[in-house]
């Protein structure tokens, strides 16, 4: 059974920095693009970051928002993915979920996952 974890969520002050992890069990995801989405209150899930697997393992794609800010990047060996948060600010408030897409290659579309864990609480605030 797939099962995917996230953590590292907690209240952070603007201009902060925060990583969040993701532990994947249940399989084998070198070969999966693995993502990050979060969902704002009121908003639908947004996709934030995303790294592919297999052949492109490292190629990694981000949303204007976060790009130049966050990190995406993962360790096969632990199975784990890692997305580091740097100059949080308000708008960065939300439940950040990890993601698994089953195949390859970069999506930025949430209906390419098949896996996804039950999200971590990222509040940023002074």
């Not at 297999?54 to 949303?63: E, L, P």
């Not at 990190?71 to 740097?86: C, F, G, H, P, W």
């Amino acid at each position: 059974q797939v099962q995917l974890v996230e953590s590292g969520g907690r209240l952070e002050q603007p201009g902060g920095s925060l990583r969040l992890s993701c532990a994947a069990s249940g399989g084998t995801f070198s070969n999966d693009a693995m993502g990050w989405f979060r969902q704002a209150p009121g908003k639908e899930r947004e996709f934030v970051a995303a790294i592919a697997g297999g052949w492109r393992r490292g190629s990694t794609t981000y949303s204007d928002a976060v790009k130049g800010r966050f990190t995406i990047s993962r360790d096969d060996a632990k199975n784990m993915v890692y997305l580091q948060m740097n100059s949080l600010n308000s708008e960065d408030t939300a439940v950040y979920y990890c993601a698994a897409s089953g195949g390859w290659q970069i999506s930025t579309g949430a209906s390419d996952y098949l896996y996804w864990g039950q999200g971590t609480q990222v509040t940023v605030s002074s």
